[in-house]
């Protein structure tokens, strides 16, 4: 398939398999292959680590691909979310590390748990945030998680609207258009890759 008729596309949630049981794909086969498709960034956010960061570095400069670099956590409240957090820079790079250094610590060995009120404001500065609901979360809840991002990450915070061709995508993405509305919180697209080829 041709990729100069695809519209620029940037992937801002991706795992490798340095998320255990989450992602199947070492980096390097994940920014190969977005490169092969013609994306003009990819997101590597493994779930509360960095781990695969300096593959994935290493392999989007040999392949000239921009590389965006975060994490992503389990938020846990009535209705989890998964919190995405992308550096801009290096000072939100060392923001995002110390954030992560302090989640695990302060948990089991190889565990963490986040909760609503263990993000502040400062914690994460220099740092972009995407919330992505639960498919069952409901408009209310909803709602609130645009409330709470926006109090946090104001004017660098998104919903994340997954489309993953399931039956209940419409509906999501009514609900996730109507907090958008009313909070003011705009949606980006996040495709929620975990593996370079299905095959995987």
Request: charged fraction near 20%; hydrophobic fraction near 45%.
């Amino acid at each position: 398939m041709s990729t100069a008729v695809l519209p620029n596309y940037a992937e801002l949630r991706c795992v490798s398999n340095f998320s255990f049981l989450r992602g199947a794909s070492k980096p390097e086969e994940l920014v190969e292959r977005a490169q092969a498709l013609g994306y003009s960034a990819l997101a590597l956010v493994d779930e509360c680590s960095m781990a695969g960061i300096v593959r994935a570095h290493v392999a989007a400069k040999k392949h000239g691909l921009k590389l965006l670099v975060g994490s992503q956590f389990q938020v846990q409240c009535d209705t989890p979310f998964t919190l995405v957090v992308l550096a801009t820079n290096l000072n939100g790079y060392g923001n995002l590390c110390e954030f992560i250094t302090h989640l695990r610590r302060s948990s089991p060995k190889g565990t963490y748990r986040l909760e609503l009120e263990g993000v502040v404001a400062d914690a994460l500065h220099d740092c972009l945030a995407i919330a992505v609901p639960e498919r069952a979360c409901g408009q209310a809840q909803m709602d609130a998680m645009a409330r709470w991002l926006l109090q946090r990450f104001l004017g660098r915070c998104w919903l994340g609207v997954e489309q993953l061709r399931r039956l209940d995508d419409e509906m999501l993405l009514h609900k996730l258009r109507q907090s958008s509305e009313l909070t003011a919180v705009p949606l980006v697209a996040v495709g929620d890759v975990r593996m370079h080829l299905r095959s995987r």
